[in-house]
């Protein structure tokens, strides 16, 4: 019960902070201010409530609107930014594709990946501390079979732990959220932990980043056909095969990953489950 009460307040302090944060907008860029009438694009600004995007039609507004305060409080968008992402990833919530969609999108195809990779790899390693320090036992609890399942594969390739997480993330048989509250429960070490998630999330990273930039950039249908668009998505692809190809080859014959479906069921569950049906 204590580990409920804390973990309950750290999630309503974060949340009262988040809040506040995105609830009290900067004044919006001078220029722009000053071309509208009696400050009608300032005043429409903040008017303007800050959400997590659910669509790509969101996506891109909230993009356009961020790029826009960019412009004179860049700090003040790169804190917002941060915080939001940390929050998503300490609490496992889903959606850190729009997030990084969303980093590509306002910082670029660069400076974006590397928040991204920063930030992924930040609040994994906060949600490991907090599934630490306040959920192992509920875990257990929750989620009995899929924790077991994994605590076995983990003892069978401990002698190539690194590269299991790897494999892992490359190649998602377990949600990265459930992962991140799982590797306590199952005695992962902190560095390895936290540089599996570092350079595992690269590729995944990557396209969602660079999808991010091209969409921001994309105004017509032609835009998408042209051969920079064309060159990007192609640099995409490669991105994500060439160090799956890799890995999964190393898996063959160092990793035992037999009886784990996409999902992290085993084989004995599907069947289980089919009886059921």
């Known amino acids: 019960m204590r580990s409920v009460v804390g973990l309950a307040a750290i999630v309503a302090t974060a949340t009262v902070y988040l809040y506040l944060l995105s609830t009290h907008l900067p004044p919006g860029p001078r ?3 000053a071309a509208g009438e009696e400050g009608e694009a300032g005043e429409e600004l903040h008017e303007y409530r800050l959400k ?12 356009e609107m961020l790029k826009f305060y960019k412009r004179e409080h860049h700090g003040y968008v790169l804190l917002l930014f ?6 998503k990833q300490s609490f496992a919530i889903p959606g850190s594709s729009f997030l990084n969609m969303l980093a590509g999108a306002i ?3 660069w400076e974006g990946l590397v928040l991204a990779c920063l930030l992924t ?4 390693t906060f949600c490991y501390l907090l599934s630490s320090a306040f959920g192992k036992q ?16 983990v ?3 401990r002698s190539s732990l690194f590269f299991f997480l790897l494999f892992l993330r490359f190649f998602p048989m377990t949600p990265n959220w459930f992962l991140n509250i799982t590797c306590p429960v199952l005695n992962i070490p902190m560095p390895i932990f936290f540089f599996s998630v570092l350079i595992g999330l690269i590729p995944y990273n990557f396209i969602c980043v660079r999808t ?3 969409l921001s950039e994309i105004s017509s249908l032609d835009d998408i056909f042209s051969w920079r668009t064309l060159a990007q998505l192609l640099a995409i692809a490669l991105m994500a095969l060439v160090p799956g190809a890799l890995i999964k080859q190393y898996s063959k014959t160092h990793l035992k990953v037999d009886g784990m479906d996409s999902n992290g069921h085993s084989q004995a569950e599907i069947k289980q489950d089919r009886k059921r049906r």
Do not use: M
């Not at 997590?52 to 993009?63: H, K, N, V, W």
């Not at 941060?82 to 929050?87: G, R, T």
């Not at 790899?121 to 994994?124: A, D």
């Open 31 to 33: 220029h722009v201010q």
């Open 107 to 109: 910082f670029g195809p």
């Open 82 to 87: 941060c915080s939001a992402y940390l929050y």
């Open 138 to 153: 509920h875990v257990v609890r929750v989620f009995p079979q899929k924790v077991a399942l994994l605590q076995r594969k």
């Open 52 to 63: 997590f995007p659910s669509d790509l039609d969101e996506l891109r507004e909230l993009a």
């Open 121 to 124: 790899t930040s609040g994994s």
């Open 212 to 214: 991010g930039s091209i």
């Open 155 to 157: 003892e069978e390739n």
